[in-house]
C-alpha cells in the first residue's frame, strides 16, 4: 500500500499559500464634503459625502449661507478643517505598513486673483495637531508635523510651488509663518519645487485642483507628491495646466494627520474671493485577499496532518 509524504503535503499546502499571497488596495473615502446642508462645522453624513468641520482664525472670512464654501481674504486668512471626527467618528490617519497611503483634495475657484508678484502668498499644509483646535478664532502656538506647500498665486506666475516639511523645533503657528518650514530640519529650504516665473498663472473664475498624497513604501520612506492643477487659458497654469513636485523623505518627520489648512496671505498676494466646491480625503490600506486567508489556514491544517503522520 502506497504511503502519503507527509513532506510533499505540507509543500503543496505551503507553495500554494505562497502563491495566493496578494493583497488588494482598501480605498475608504473618510471626507467628501460639499457643504449641501450649508453648515461648516457640522460633522456626518452630508448628501452622497461626509462632512468634516471647517474653522477660521476671523469669523467674518469663511461663510456657507449655500454651497460652496466662500473664503474672503483682504489682509491675510486661515482656514481649517480636523478630519479626524469625520465619517461617523474615524481615527487620527496613520500610515502604518508599506502601501498605506492618504490623499488629500481641494477643488476651489478663485475670484480677484492678483496681479503678477513674487509672494508665497497661498499657502496649504496636511499635518497632525498635537490639539487640535475646533473653534473659530486665533490658533496657539503648536509643535506640529506634517508637510506644506508655499505657492505663489497671480495672473502671470512670479515665484514658484514648494513643498516644505515642518522644521520648526519648538511650537508656532502652523501657516503662520513660513520660516516654520523647510526641508530636514534646516529651515526656509525646499523639499522639492517648479513653476517658472512668467508663465501663465491663477484665472479668475477657473476651476483648479491642489492635491497632496502620501504612501508609505516598504522602506519607512514616505513618497510625496503634491499638484496643482486647472486653468484652460493660455495653456492653463503654469503654461502646461499643472504644477507637480514629487519627494521621497527618507526620515518622515510624522506619519499621522487630522489637519488640513489653507491660508492666502492676502488679496493682493493671492486672491479676494475663494470658492470652494469640494474637500475629500482618502485613506488607502493593503489587505490580504480573502483567498489568501483561507489558504493559509489550509497551511496550518497542514502542519497538523504531517506532525500526525509521523507518529
Given at each position: 500500500m502506497?504511503?502519503?509524504?507527509?513532506?510533499?503535503?505540507?509543500?503543496?499546502?505551503?507553495?500554494?499559500?505562497a502563491?495566493?499571497?496578494?493583497?488588494?488596495?482598501?480605498?475608504?473615502?473618510?471626507?467628501?464634503?460639499?457643504?449641501?446642508?450649508?453648515?461648516?462645522?457640522?460633522?456626518?453624513?452630508?448628501g452622497?459625502?461626509?462632512?468634516?468641520?471647517?474653522?477660521?482664525?476671523?469669523?467674518?472670512?469663511?461663510?456657507?449661507?449655500?454651497?460652496p464654501?466662500?473664503?474672503?481674504?483682504?489682509?491675510?486668512a486661515?482656514?481649517?478643517?480636523?478630519?479626524?471626527?469625520?465619517?461617523?467618528?474615524?481615527p487620527?490617519?496613520?500610515l502604518?505598513?508599506?502601501?498605506?497611503?492618504?490623499?488629500?483634495?481641494?477643488?476651489?475657484?478663485?475670484?480677484?486673483?492678483?496681479?503678477?508678484?513674487?509672494?508665497?502668498?497661498?499657502?496649504?499644509?496636511?499635518?497632525?495637531?498635537?490639539?487640535?483646535?475646533?473653534?473659530?478664532?486665533?490658533?496657539?502656538?503648536?509643535?506640529?508635523?506634517g508637510?506644506?506647500?508655499l505657492?505663489?498665486?497671480?495672473?502671470?506666475?512670479?515665484?514658484?510651488f514648494?513643498?516644505?516639511?515642518?522644521?520648526?523645533?519648538?511650537?508656532?503657528?502652523?501657516?503662520?509663518?513660513?520660516?516654520?518650514?523647510?526641508?530636514?530640519?534646516?529651515?526656509?529650504?525646499?523639499?522639492?519645487?517648479?513653476?517658472?516665473?512668467?508663465?501663465?498663472?491663477?484665472k479668475?473664475?477657473?476651476?483648479?485642483?491642489?492635491?497632496?498624497?502620501?504612501?508609505?513604501?516598504?522602506?519607512?520612506?514616505l513618497?510625496?507628491t503634491?499638484s496643482?492643477?486647472?486653468?484652460?487659458?493660455n495653456?492653463?497654469?503654469?503654461?502646461?495646466?499643472y504644477?507637480?513636485?514629487?519627494?521621497?523623505?527618507?526620515?518622515?518627520?510624522?506619519?499621522?494627520?487630522?489637519t488640513?489648512?489653507?491660508?492666502p496671505?492676502?488679496?493682493?498676494?493671492?486672491a479676494?474671493?475663494?470658492?470652494?466646491?469640494?474637500?475629500?480625503?482618502e485613506?488607502?490600506?493593503?489587505?490580504?485577499?480573502?483567498v489568501?486567508?483561507?489558504?493559509?489556514?489550509l497551511?496550518?491544517?497542514?502542519?497538523?496532518?504531517?506532525?500526525?503522520?509521523?507518529?
Amino acid at each position: 500500500m502506497k504511503r502519503f509524504n507527509s513532506n510533499s503535503i505540507v509543500f503543496a499546502l505551503t507553495a500554494g499559500c505562497a502563491f495566493a499571497m496578494s493583497t488588494y488596495a482598501a480605498d475608504t473615502i473618510i471626507v467628501n464634503d460639499t457643504w449641501a446642508d450649508g453648515n461648516r462645522t457640522s460633522v456626518g453624513v452630508d448628501g452622497t459625502g461626509y462632512d468634516t468641520p471647517w474653522y477660521a482664525a476671523s469669523t467674518s472670512t469663511l461663510s456657507t449661507a449655500m454651497p460652496p464654501l466662500v473664503g474672503a481674504c483682504t489682509t491675510s486668512a486661515t482656514w481649517w478643517t480636523i478630519f479626524s471626527g469625520a465619517n461617523s467618528g474615524n481615527p487620527l490617519v496613520t500610515l502604518q505598513n508599506a502601501g498605506d497611503e492618504i490623499k488629500a483634495t481641494l477643488v476651489f475657484t478663485p475670484y480677484g486673483v492678483a496681479a503678477n508678484n513674487s509672494s508665497l502668498g497661498f499657502d496649504i499644509a496636511l499635518a497632525k495637531s498635537p490639539t487640535p483646535k475646533t473653534t473659530d478664532g486665533s490658533q496657539t502656538g503648536q509643535q506640529y508635523s506634517g508637510y506644506s506647500v508655499l505657492m505663489n498665486m497671480g495672473t502671470t506666475l512670479g515665484s514658484t510651488f514648494n513643498l516644505k516639511e515642518w522644521t520648526l523645533a519648538g511650537t508656532g503657528s502652523l501657516l503662520g509663518n513660513a520660516s516654520n518650514w523647510g526641508a530636514n530640519g534646516t529651515s526656509g529650504l525646499n523639499l522639492a519645487t517648479t513653476g517658472t516665473s512668467g508663465n501663465q498663472g491663477f484665472k479668475q473664475g477657473e476651476s483648479y485642483t491642489f492635491v497632496m498624497d502620501l504612501v508609505l513604501d516598504g522602506s519607512g520612506y514616505l513618497d510625496i507628491t503634491a499638484s496643482m492643477t486647472g486653468g484652460v487659458s493660455n495653456g492653463g497654469l503654469n503654461g502646461v495646466g499643472y504644477e507637480s513636485v514629487s519627494y521621497t523623505d527618507t526620515s518622515p518627520n510624522g506619519l499621522s494627520y487630522d489637519t488640513f489648512e489653507v491660508r492666502p496671505t492676502a488679496s493682493s498676494q493671492a486672491a479676494g474671493t475663494f470658492d470652494i466646491q469640494q474637500f475629500e480625503v482618502e485613506q488607502i490600506t493593503l489587505v490580504p485577499e480573502p483567498v489568501t486567508l483561507a489558504l493559509s489556514g489550509l497551511g496550518m491544517l497542514g502542519l497538523v496532518l504531517a506532525r500526525r503522520m509521523r507518529r
